[in-house]
């Protein structure tokens, strides 16, 4: 198996317990009465506040489009991660992610008991950061041009993403400065650019195993494969790839800071047994310093703290923990109602 070529893995690391395996979900469509939201952001301020505050209350998860990122720029980073992905692993690791650096590249990542079958590459805003890890793969002759569109992303996605997380808090009367205040840098933003190699056991295996994002909010493009599930009502429903579209979604630190009014949902990816796929997810977070809370509007009597107030660097510090334990950070700082 290629994707395998020049590691010590086999197949068996893969395989998830029989009870682990991911059930075969439903289309959206299959959703009586329920449509998964999708959002035209060609309409004023004023009109999304309602409608962005209806999809994230109902789904967590919806659909954008005219969110003017111009699809050339979005093809442009897509044609480059998968030629980056299809060099030999041996140049790839040359950028290998080495914590506690947060970026670089990352092979089979291990989830509670399984390797994930996807390989992905860690990016943060930055320059000459950005310059300088591409650079450091000799074999990518791109590196010039990836990394102009990298940058370039950065500064759309961040600008895209604060306008939407300032008219969903607007939809829960929180004044834009509070928002601003947590969310104004995207100095403290990530890329993650997912490569789902296809699968031989793509029935018995999880591209990334189900999961929560722990930052404020995602914003995912993916090509027209599919694999994409979230969990509604119970059921894990697809999302289908629309030419176009933008995924939007809930992380915890918006669930927190809205308290429980916006909730992160769960989601996963699924492989395929004959083609790739390739993502990539722009995460908004607060930065590590950032003492965050509830937003004190959203606090009542009768509507008490539900979270307690934490920095955002004791959160991340959490992570590990509560992926060993198979639930979410944000539990950790959970009010015992
Ligand atoms: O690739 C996808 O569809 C989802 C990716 C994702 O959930 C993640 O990178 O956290």
């Known amino acids: 198996m290629a994707f395998l070529e020049g590691t010590d893995l086999t197949m068996a690391e893969f395989v998830c317990a029989q009870n682990e395996r991911p059930s075969v979900g439903l289309s959206s469509s299959d959703m009586e009465g329920a449509i998964f939201p999708k959002v035209d952001l060609g309409l004023s301020d004023e009109e999304l506040v309602p409608i962005l505050h209806s999809a994230a209350s109902s789904w967590g998860f919806f659909s954008i489009f005219n969110h003017g990122i111009p699809e050339s720029?979005?093809?442009?980073?897509?044609?480059?991660?998968?030629?980056?992905?299809?060099l030999p692993s041996s140049d790839k690791i040359a950028i290998a992610r080495n914590p506690p650096v947060p970026y670089g590249y990352t092979s089979f990542a291990k989830s509670a008991a399984i390797k994930s079958w996807?390989?992905?590459?860690?990016?943060?805003?930055?320059?000459?950061?950005?310059?300088?890890?591409f650079q450091s793969v000799p074999s990518f002759q791109e590196s010039q041009s990836f990394s102009a569109d990298i940058i370039k992303y950065f500064s759309l996605a961040g600008a895209l993403s604060n306008r939407i997380i300032t008219l969903l808090f607007r939809g829960l009367m929180v004044d834009d400065e509070e928002v601003e205040r947590v969310f104004g840098s995207i100095d403290p933003a990530r890329l993650r650019i997912n490569h789902y190699p296809a699968c031989p056991i793509a029935d018995l295996t999880y591209g990334l195993p189900p999961h929560k994002d722990?930052?404020?909010?995602?914003?995912?493009?993916?090509?027209?494969v599919g694999g994409l599930e979230i969990l509604k009502d119970g059921h894990w429903v697809a999302v289908e790839p629309e030419k176009g579209c933008l995924i939007v979604n809930i992380g915890e630190m918006i669930q927190m800071m809205s308290n429980g009014k916006y909730q992160s949902v769960l989601h996963r990816s699924l492989v395929n047994s004959s083609q790739p796929r390739l993502s990539f997810i722009f995460f908004h977070f607060p930065s590590d310093d950032s003492l965050v809370a509830p937003m004190s509007k959203l606090v009542t009597k009768d509507s008490p703290a539900k979270y307690r107030s934490f920095y955002v660097k004791d959160y991340k510090s959490m992570f590990a923990m509560a992926m060993k334990a198979n639930h979410s950070p944000l539990l950790f700082f959970k009010e015992s109602s």
């Not at 722990?214 to 027209?224: P, R, S, V, W």
């Open 118 to 133: 996807s390989e992905a590459l860690h990016l943060m805003p930055g320059e000459d950061r950005i310059h300088s890890l």
């Open 73 to 86: 720029l979005l093809d442009s980073i897509a044609t480059h991660a998968l030629h980056f992905f299809g």
């Open 214 to 224: 722990y930052g404020g909010l995602a914003i995912l493009h993916q090509d027209d």
